[in-house]
């Protein structure tokens, strides 16, 4: 292994050495961030699950200072109602903080289960046999039911059935009139209600069913960010997800979560349909093998690069942090790893919805990202990949983006500025990788909430975006102000033109062309 991939792996581990942060600091306050937090918070963006351990408002405030960009609220647990008041709570927080917080509502998805099973705990052995059979009451030890009714039409002889996550798997060896004869390939014990996955299955259940429906439009009204949608097979699902969105009158970015053997094989085009793409090793885990999926994780990441996507790396990053005040030193390397390969976020999904130490954990994840960044601070930005597919920037702006980024790596500048109103230059700006750091700043709080998911890019509110020399004012003052420059160092601010004339969608012409790119050095005070 190469030096440059030691180093950050090292600096990962390291910190478990150091043990636990302080878990009395960040006292709850309303203020917004401090200049040392801003300093102090990682480029790759956190995502965390809302649950019991952190739905009290005093800890969603807390995580959200120690790091949390965005906040996940998982559909398959907890009532409309319930997700309802969690949004209304970051809403609140955000504002009190004055401090840009996203919320992304993850769908379900079309999720099978087991029946009951006999004293809801059945041993399978190597080479025993079960029957699945249609309805609700198994009538023997060995008959075992699924909440997913078409399942015994839809199997076929060959077909794997993998159950409890995977460490339970059956194969099917015979297709009667009511029922499907499997054997059990790898032993273990099966509980009721326990997931079921079907690799390779061909089933007719709908990506989106009547409840992620319902959920979706209620997402569309609460105005959350990012909606997320489970199991996706093909692009047609995502586009289907998008209407429902705009249908009520919402921008939210739909998040594609790839997680079946059908979206590798179309991943490019699911990509292309999606505003960003996350990597659900849980089921994906369970749905290929097992060793695939480091490969099969950085070819999605390559991808989205290509397609100038967010990434976001998710399930069991910080799995034992459950439990432990530390993660096993695998869970750092994890990390790390999912940071050098190019991820923008990094999911916890248990470890802050039911985990016994939800803060440490968001603060375990921030210094490892922290110590993984650093250690590639040194890097040029890199070059713009190809998009061969649903490419958004305008050429000029891409341009503009690109030198930008190289102008402020070549100047050590200390601050880049990009003011846009729809948000795609901040993200081009966010896929170049510059370790410089990089300020986001727009007219609209929709714009400065998407940039939560952007590797780099920390929004900014109640800056002047829509007035070029007021931005160049109002930066300089701001920069000194936190300790991001002193009078000399040179600010690299991405603008247009148009700004001046109401905003980016003022010219039909210019709608989203960035064509200024202003060095402005500090002044003295």
């Known amino acids: 292994m190469s030096t440059l991939l030691l180093e950050p792996i090292e600096a990962a581990n390291r910190l478990l050495e150091s043990g636990p942060s302080d878990p009395t600091a960040d006292a709850p306050r309303l203020t917004m961030l401090t200049s040392a937090e ?18 009290s408002p005093e ?5 959200a200072i120690a790091g949390v960009d965005v906040f996940r609220l998982n559909m398959a647990h907890g009532s409309i109602e319930e997700q309802q008041q969690h949004v209304e709570s970051i809403r609140r927080i955000s504002s009190e903080m004055e401090q840009p917080i996203a919320i992304l509502v993850d769908l379900g998805g079309p999720k099978f289960r087991l029946g009951d099973v006999e004293n809801d705990c059945v041993f399978c052995e190597t080479d025993h ?14 008959e075992l039911t699924c909440t997913y009714k078409p399942l015994v039409r839809e199997l076929s002889v060959g077909d794997m059935v993998m159950l409890a996550d995977g460490t339970v798997s059956m194969r099917i060896v015979e297709k009667l009139t009511d029922r499907a004869r499997a054997r059990v390939v790898q032993r273990g014990n099966i509980r009721s209600r326990q ?57 939210a970015m739909v998040i594609a979560k790839i997680e079946k053997r059908e979206a590798l094989d179309r991943l490019d085009e699911i990509v292309a349909a999606a505003d960003g793409v996350m990597v659900a090793r849980g089921d994906l885990g369970v749905e290929i093998d097992v060793a695939e999926m480091p490969v099969e994780q950085k070819r999605i990441i390559r991808t989205c690069h290509r397609h100038h996507k967010p990434v976001i790396i998710a399930t069991q990053m ?18 790390a790893n999912a940071i050098l390969d190019g991820g923008d976020a990094c999911m916890l ?68 500025v990009v003011a846009s109103f729809s948000g795609r230059t901040a993200l081009g700006l966010s896929q170049l990788r510059s370790h410089v750091p990089t300020i986001g700043v727009s007219t609209s709080d929709r714009t400065l909430r998407k940039m939560c998911l952007y590797w780099g890019v920390t929004p900014l509110k109640g800056a002047p975006a829509s007035d070029t020399p007021g931005l160049i004012r109002y930066m300089d003052s701001w920069a000194r102000r936190q300790g991001f420059a002193r ?26 062309v960035h064509d200024i790119v202003i060095v402005h050095e500090v002044e003295a005070e």
Not at 47 to 52: F, S
Not at 212 to 241: C, T
């Open 487 to 512: 009078a000399g160092d040179r600010i690299v601010i991405v603008g247009g033109s148009h700004l001046t004339t109401g905003g980016e969608e003022s010219s039909p012409m210019k709608a989203g």
């Open 38 to 55: 801003i300093h102090g918070r990682a480029r790759t963006k956190i995502v965390a699950t809302i649950g019991p351990a952190c739905s």
């Open 129 to 142: 046999e079960f029957f699945f059979v249609e309805g609700n009451q198994p009538a023997a030890a060995n």
């Open 349 to 416: 999904s248990g470890e802050t919805a039911i985990g016994n130490y939800p803060l440490e954990t968001v603060r375990m994840m921030n210094r490892i990202a922290l110590a993984t960044e650093a250690s590639v601070a040194d890097r040029p930005p890199r070059a713009p990949d190809a998009v061969p597919i649903g490419k958004k920037l305008h050429e000029i702006t891409s341009a503009v983006v690109s030198g930008a980024g190289t102008m402020a790596h070549t100047l050590r500048a200390k601050l880049v």
């Open 195 to 251: 997931g079921i996955n079907l690799p390779g299955v061909k089933l007719s259940a709908p990506a989106i069913s009547r409840r992620d429906h319902e959920h979706a439009e209620w997402a569309a009204q609460a105005d959350v960010d990012f909606v997320s949608l489970s199991f996706v097979r093909k692009p047609d699902e995502v586009h289907a997800l998008r209407d429902i969105l705009r249908s009520n009158s919402s921008e």
């Open 318 to 335: 910080l799995d034992s942090m459950h439990d432990s005040l530390r993660p096993k030193r695998a869970e750092a390397t994890d990390v």
């Open 59 to 63: 800890m969603i405030r807390e995580l």
